[in-house]
Each structure stands twice: as structure tokens, then as C-alpha cells.
């Protein structure tokens, strides 16, 4: 048993050791933290991008992953972190970035992006790119956005009260939002209170009934057993794809040569790759356990969908005059979504 204790630790001194001697050996080294934990999308993406990377570089890059609040906590300081360095690559989500970034929070809006198709060509185009021009101009040229991907699949609301298939069905619901103006607009265009709870206090929330419903995608919603809270009632809207922003320090990035730069931007490439299909599988078996659980799910019509979008589009134009760069982004992102719409289309007719 001793002698077992110690080859386990002498293996492991060897890991670290190994993982150090690499790090050292690296022209670059790349501190890429997320807040979250190994059972993520944003984890997946990450190990996705450490290994194409390490590997296409042939060792001159060395990525370090730091998952949970090691480096930093919140959305805010953690941005600052890769302004100033200390932070190399960073993954936000559009809430955890709109108190810097406050145009990213055109991600939030509803019912703009149709499904996985639409959302992931869109996120491939030169809205992207925009968004990556706005960001490096509003830090000084510190801050670079370098892809979207997903983390979590689709919002959707659910609730504990009951079944809702039309915009009617929200009115008067107690929603949990975060505590910021868009999503807060989104439910009172759709009849419900909007009510910001801190994410840790959702479980008892939902228990005491301060809240009665939410805005979530279906792994959150198991992983977070919310249906052991009373959490029952699901309705498929999709109206909004979970965006997750990956964030590097741009003086890092430009410090590189041209061909590691590429490196690193096919090595994004597949992170996005990688956190648009994560959610699709995860999110297979969080559906099956909560209909098992006595969760009920509903899918509204196309006009029932129709109806809700027509129902929050005030939001769209509230964005547009509220928001620092509202109307640029806007129109950034509803051009690239005809442009996936006439792609998919056109492929459809090939295809069909």
C-alpha cells in the first residue's frame, strides 16, 4: 500500500514537473481561465483549443487552464485582467461582459436567430468581426474578441406554475433575470415581473416562491436540479442562443508572429466548433431525466413562436436608443442573420 502511495506520488511529481519543464519551454504561454467547472461547454471548448494549439505550434505555445475563480470572480474584473496581462484568454458570457462591453447584450435579444443553423453561421460571419472592432476601440486596443460559441444551447422559459404556449401565458409570472436592463425589458414586454436574483439563491428562490420562473437552457436547469425546487414546466422558445465570448489580451496576440497568430485563430476556431456541439449532446440526456422527473415540455407552433417575437419586439427598438452602440450592432447582427437565412435556404433547395 506505501509503496503504491509513493509511485502514485512520484507519477505525479513527474506530471507537474513535465507540465512545468513545457511551460518553460514554450516561446509563449497562455493563462486562459474560465468561471466555471470541467463539466462545461466552456471546459470542453478549452481543452479542445489547449490541445490544437500546444500540438499545431509544436510546443512554442503552452496554454495553462485555470477553471473556477482562481484568477478572478466576476465578469468586470475579469476583463480587466486580460486588459492589463495578468489574464491571457478569457471566456465571458454576454451578461458577464455587459457592464463593459454593453452591445454584446445583442445576443440577448429574442427571437432573432432561428435555430443551430442560423446561430452558427452567423457566429462564423463578419458580425463577429464587427463586434471585435467595438471592443478593441472601447479598450484601447487591449481587449480582443476572438470567437463566439455556446455555452448551454438555447434560453428558454420555465416556470413552476404552468404550461405556458402563448405570450398571454407569462402574465403576471415572477421571472429571475440577472440584473441587467435588457432581460428585464424582455419579460415586461411579455407580461411577467421581471426579478433579479443572484444565480446562487435561484434554488430557494424558486422553493419560497420569490420567484416563479426563469429564463435558462436545459442543462442549467438539471445540473442545477431546479426540479427538485418545482420547477416544472419548460416551453421550447428558444429565444435566445446562450452566446459564449472568448476574450485574449491583444498585445499578447499581436506579440506573436504571424504564423503562430494563425495558430491561435484556428485554434479558436475549433474551441467554437467544439462548444457548438457539446450542448447538443448534453443536452439529449437533461431533456430525457426531466420529463422522467414528471417535467412537463411544450414546443409552440410557428404562430405561437410568431406571436411571441411579435410580442417583444419593443425590446429591439429599446436596445437600439439604450444602448451604447446599440443600433450598430443591431444591424451588424439582423444583416448577418438574412444573409445565414438566404445561405440556408438556397441550400435547402439544393439538399431537398
Excluded at 447584450?105 to 453561421?121: G, H, K, N, T
Excluded at 437565412?341 to 439544393?350: G, V
Aim: net charge neutral; with cysteine; proline share 4%.
Amino acid at each position: 500500500m506505501l509503496f503504491n502511495k509513493l509511485l502514485k506520488s512520484f507519477f505525479s511529481l513527474v506530471l507537474v514537473v513535465g507540465f512545468s519543464f513545457s511551460a518553460l519551454a514554450a516561446d509563449y504561454n497562455l493563462r486562459m481561465t474560465m468561471n466555471s467547472n470541467d463539466q462545461d461547454e466552456d471546459y470542453d471548448g478549452s481543452i479542445v483549443f489547449k490541445n490544437y494549439v500546444e500540438a499545431a505550434s509544436n510546443g512554442k505555445i503552452s496554454v495553462e487552464l485555470f477553471v473556477g475563480t482562481q484568477l478572478c470572480s466576476k465578469g468586470a474584473e475579469c476583463l480587466q485582467g486580460v486588459s492589463d496581462g495578468s489574464i491571457d484568454i478569457y471566456i465571458s458570457t454576454s451578461g458577464g461582459a455587459a457592464g463593459v462591453f454593453p452591445y454584446v447584450q445583442v445576443l440577448d435579444l429574442p427571437y432573432l436567430m432561428s435555430d443551430d443553423r442560423i446561430a452558427e453561421d452567423v457566429l462564423k460571419s463578419d458580425f463577429v468581426r464587427t463586434m471585435r472592432k467595438m471592443a478593441l476601440k472601447d479598450s484601447n486596443d487591449s481587449i480582443r474578441l476572438m470567437t463566439i460559441g455556446n455555452t448551454g444551447g438555447w434560453r428558454n422559459f420555465a416556470n413552476t406554475k404552468r404550461q405556458i404556449a402563448n405570450p398571454s401565458d407569462m402574465k403576471g409570472l415572477k421571472i429571475r433575470t440577472v440584473v441587467a436592463d435588457l432581460p428585464q425589458e424582455l419579460v415586461r414586454a411579455l407580461g411577467a415581473s421581471p426579478t433579479p436574483i443572484p444565480w446562487p439563491e435561484l434554488f430557494t428562490s424558486f422553493q419560497t416562491g420569490v420567484v416563479e420562473g426563469s429564463k435558462n437552457g436545459i442543462t442549467d436547469i438539471m445540473n442545477m436540479k431546479f426540479p427538485d425546487a418545482g420547477l416544472k414546466y419548460v416551453t421550447l422558445d428558444g429565444h435566445a442562443y446562450m452566446g459564449a465570448l472568448w476574450w485574449m489580451n491583444n498585445a499578447k496576440y499581436q506579440s506573436m508572429p504571424e504564423d503562430l497568430r494563425k495558430v491561435i485563430t484556428d485554434g479558436f476556431y475549433a474551441l467554437q466548433q467544439a462548444t457548438f456541439a457539446s450542448p447538443k449532446r448534453k443536452s439529449i440526456k437533461a431533456y430525457e431525466d426531466f420529463v422522467a422527473g414528471g417535467g412537463n415540455l411544450y414546443v409552440p407552433t410557428p404562430d405561437q413562436k410568431a406571436a411571441f417575437k411579435e410580442a417583444a419586439s419593443p425590446v429591439y427598438d429599446w436596445f437600439k436608443s439604450n444602448v451604447k452602440g446599440g443600433k450598430e450592432i443591431f444591424n451588424a447582427l439582423t444583416k448577418a442573420v438574412k444573409s445565414a437565412e438566404k445561405r440556408a435556404s438556397s441550400d435547402y433547395k439544393k439538399d431537398l
